[in-house]
């Protein structure tokens, strides 16, 4: 019997529990997506759960202290490991600002775009950004210098408009103060 055939779908009176019995039993073990050492830390992660979804942001944290970034091919594998739509999973990784989908460079300036930094000149930054360094929202500079990444919201609404500068939250800066800032943060590094 393929495992597809034990779906819930085909037998209702199959309860979730024991589908997911069936499905631990007959299916093959998930390979990490790559031969690298670092994917026995987050393969302990999601056995210490028993590969419950609730592994799942515990799970994220994980690949992103290992790796420094969650891959397309990390999102895959974790939603294959916990039985989880990759739907949610990448859902959860792209809405919390904690998590990078892309390798970041040597220096990172978060912005965010929440409904009060953009009132306050958010949008002028995204504009400077892209005039001043050539690097769109969530790109790295080709020497791996710059990264430029954007955040929903870091709850630091009354700060507005916020930045957050290799980990040091700046705001109550007007536009024109935050393009100074950046400026003189990028030329302590030349």
């Known amino acids: 019997m393929e495992s597809d055939d034990l779906s819930p779908c085909h037998h209702p009176s ?7 019995a069936l499905m631990l039993i007959t299916n093959r073990k998930i390979a990490p997506p790559a031969d690298d050492k670092r994917w026995k830390i987050v393969d302990v992660t999601m056995r210490k759960q028993g590969y419950s979804p609730t ?7 994980t690949i992103q202290e290992s790796f420094g970034h969650v891959s397309g091919e990390a999102l ?3 939603a294959n490991s916990l039985n989880v739509p990759p739907s949610k999973v990448f859902g959860v990784a792209t809405f919390y600002n904690l998590f990078n989908m892309i390798p ?4 990172v300036i978060s912005l965010c775009t929440g409904t009060a930094c953009y009132v306050k000149g958010a949008g002028e930054v995204v504009e400077f950004m892209r005039e001043e360094y050539g690097l769109e929202m969530g790109q790295t ?4 210098k710059l990264s430029f990444v954007v955040a929903r919201c870091v709850g630091a609404c009354g700060l507005a408009p916020v930045m957050i500068l290799d980990g040091k939250v700046v705001g109550r800066l007007s536009p024109d103060q935050m393009k100074t800032r950046i400026r ?4 302590h590094d030349e």
Request: aromatic share 14%.
């Open 184 to 187: 003189e943060w990028m030329s």
């Open 76 to 78: 895959e594998y974790v």
């Open 104 to 107: 970041l460079g040597e220096h």
């Open 55 to 61: 592994a799942l942001i515990e799970t994220l944290h």
């Open 14 to 20: 199959i309860t979730y529990q024991l589908y997911k």
């Open 141 to 144: 500079t080709p020497d791996g």
